[in-house]
Antibody, heavy 122, light 111 residues
Framework: QVQLVQSGAEVKKPGASVKVSCKASGYTFTNYGISWLRQAPGQGLEWMGWISAYNGNTYYTQRVQGRVTMTTDRSTSTAYMELRSLRSDDTAMYYC???????????????WGQGTLVTVSS | VVMTQSPLSLPVTLGQPASISCRSSQSLVYSDTNIYLSWFQQRPGQSPRRLIYKVSKRDSGVPDRFSGSGSGSDFTLKISRVEAEDVGIYYCMQGIYWPPAFGGGTKVEIK
């Protein structure tokens, strides 16, 4: 069965960086992409960006462009999301989700990780 | 593309039907003629789970009391008879215009 298992909760100070991992199993990793989404406390879902596990192409929203880097390690079927220059409003639950393998194709988000809570506080 | 859901909150009596509306600011018909509108359920303290994709197709394991309908830019999620486990927040999502966008969510609770 498809599973996405994320790394544990993080507490960071403003200005620091965080790197969240998402290990995939139960499917051929390189046949899909991985999207990253976040949910601030009590708020809705925000789609942050996407990476192709096939060729590493990425797409980031304007809101996080310049502060985020998404990568994959095909040898371990793991996706990573690094967010830099953290601010208090980056405090959120971060999710990875399996997605389309091609940029611009219809997004699917059919399977989700369990979430990683990132808290930014001085 | 802006996704607008209503209502914001939906108190429902157990066993009664519930209906959630989602409207997109643009048509969601893709070049392959499919409509990529999905519905997600987020139970308290859990990750979102996809229930419905391409407007009306139920994901594996989703009870048949959940159904999706709609066309163009107007969509509806219906629960035929609400059960206690259906409590949570429901989101619609469009997947054809990048970046994908979610509606603001509808909170379903038991009266």
């Amino acid at each position: 069965q498809v599973q996405l298992v994320q790394s544990g909760a993080e507490v960071k100070k403003p200005g620091a960086s965080v790197k969240v991992s998402c290990k995939a199993s139960g499917y051929t990793f390189t046949n899909y992409g991985i999207s990253w989404l976040r949910q601030a406390p009590g708020q809705g879902l925000e789609w942050m960006g996407w990476i192709s596990a096939y060729n590493g192409n990425t797409y980031y929203t304007q809101r996080v462009q310049g502060r985020v880097t998404m990568t994959t390690d095909r040898s371990t079927s793991t996706a990573y999301m690094e967010l830099r220059s953290l601010r208090s409003d980056d405090t959120a639950m971060y999710y990875c989700a399996r997605d389309t393998p091609a940029e611009g194709a219809a997004a699917t988000e059919d399977f989700w990780g369990q979430g990683t809570l990132v808290t930014v506080s001085s | 593309v802006v996704m607008t859901q209503s209502p914001l909150s939906l108190p429902v009596t157990l066993g009664q039907p519930a209906s959630i509306s989602c409207r997109s600011s643009q048509s969601l018909v893709y070049s392959d003629t499919n409509i990529y509108l999905s519905w997600f359920q987020q139970r308290p303290g859990q990750s979102p789970r996809r229930l419905i994709y391409k407007v009306s197709k139920r994901d594996s394991g989703v009870p048949d009391r959940f159904s999706g309908s709609g066309s163009g830019s107007d969509f509806t999620l219906k629960i035929s008879r609400v059960e206690a486990e259906d409590v949570g927040i429901y989101y619609c999502m469009q997947g054809i215009y990048w970046p994908p966008a979610f509606g603001g969510g509808t909170k379903v609770e038991i009266k």
